[in-house]
């Protein structure tokens, strides 16, 4: 069906700065009007569309009027478990990380992430990870790294199921004309599937194997399939998935498991196995499953994340195979390029076709079960809190 307290860190975001956001009269409009709608999560499978007023920007905050949201994998660990990894929900809040929005006031400070100027009616996405910018992983160039970070989204900091967000100005980057809200939306999701490709060091004519094709494991088939891997495998249960794969470039595609890919299939990817392996599903047995189709010194990126926040694998054959074990951490600085690689379209990453499903604010719930559900088709589904 197609339908059209926080912690002192993202406390600091919204409100910390209650001076001197001056300039605007829509900013004082914005700290006087109305409620705002938001959807909150309250524990497992428990999404409630509430009101809320909107908190004092900074200086160099904006507010966003948020246009689009994307649902990804991790608010659903989120929705489902009321967790991810060891990050806990210990009270309400907006989840949602994924998004663009237009800029409806700006502080007298702010700048985008580019450095210049952000104007009213700007279309802008969010990089959701806020870096200290200070520390030693920002200044090599490693900001996803950064262990001072705050996050838009996950517990302890709002995010944006909701009709107005308050972001630092240097999280937004402009949009082309050229880019939908759609699309918009995804590119952070682009972004991390980028960083992922770029710790495998993909090669033209060199096999790749994509297990799990969620919208991440989905990117990574078409960025794969835009560098020239060959022959590229994509490897999931659901067998809509798959056949998008093959749109998206996959040479052979396996609904199912790697374990139960036939012979020849596996064979496919050379007689020893595949140099590149991306596990980007969340089951725990697919990494095991990922080292056994790996070559010997070959790459395996994990980008997954299991539902219990721990996994095994085959120690001794993945030691015998001498394998490369990377864990990809969101992204670094791939937003300005995946910007640009959706801007191509269909001669770069088409994101629009990855979207099955869009909803209102007020069916965000909804939108959370279909997707939990993995029901009616879905790929990815994006909120709408404007309409």
């Known amino acids: 069906m197609r339908s059209t307290p926080i912690p002192s860190t993202s406390r600091a975001i919204h409100s910390s700065h209650r001076h001197s956001f001056v300039g605007l009269e829509a900013a004082r409009k914005m700290k006087e009007q109305k409620l705002h709608r938001v959807v909150r999560l309250h524990g497992p499978c428990d999404l409630r569309l509430e009101t809320r007023q909107l908190r004092t920007p900074g200086d160099n905050d904006v507010i966003v009027s948020v246009g689009a949201v994307g649902v ?89 199921l909701a009709e107005q967000v308050i972001v630092p100005g240097r999280q937004c980057y402009p949009l082309p004309d050229s880019i939908s809200d759609n699309a918009g939306a995804l590119l952070e999701a682009l972004g991390v599937a980028m960083h992922a490709a770029s710790l495998a060091r993909i090669r033209a004519n060199e096999a790749v194997v994509v297990v799990g094709l969620g919208s991440i494991g989905l990117m990574l088939v078409r960025l794969a399939a835009l560098i020239g891997a060959a022959p590229l495998i994509a490897v999931d249960p659901l067998p809509w998935r798959a056949k998008f794969a093959r749109h998206w470039g996959a040479t052979h595609t396996h609904t199912g498991t790697l374990n139960s890919m036939p012979e020849r299939m596996r064979r496919a990817s050379g007689p020893h196995g595949s140099p590149t392996v991306f596990e980007t599903a969340w089951a725990g047995t697919a990494i095991s499953d990922c080292v056994h189709a790996a070559a010997p010194g070959a790459r395996v990126v994990l980008v997954g994340i299991p539902a219990d926040d721990t996994f095994s694998l085959p120690h001794s054959v993945a030691r015998r195979k001498g394998l490369t074990l990377l864990f990809s951490r969101r992204m670094g600085a791939e937003m300005p390029l995946a910007i640009r690689l959706a801007s191509l379209s269909h001669e770069g990453v088409n994101l629009d076709e990855l979207v099955t499903h869009e909803w209102r604010l007020d069916q965000t719930a909804r939108a959370f079960s279909q997707n939990a559900r993995y029901a009616d088709g879905v790929l990815k589904s994006v909120v709408h809190p404007q309409r």
């Open 72 to 160: 990804c994998g991790s608010d659903l660990h989120l929705y489902n478990e009321a967790r991810i990894g060891t990050t806990k929900l210990a009270e309400p809040f907006i989840p949602g990380h994924e998004f663009m929005g237009t800029v409806v006031a700006a502080g007298p400070a702010s700048s985008d992430a580019l450095g210049q100027s952000l104007r009213l009616g700007q279309r802008v996405a969010i990089e959701p990870h806020i870096a200290c910018g200070n520390c030693t992983w920002c200044m090599c160039g490693q900001s996803n790294l950064c262990p001072h970070h705050i996050f838009l989204g996950l517990p302890g900091c709002d995010g944006a």
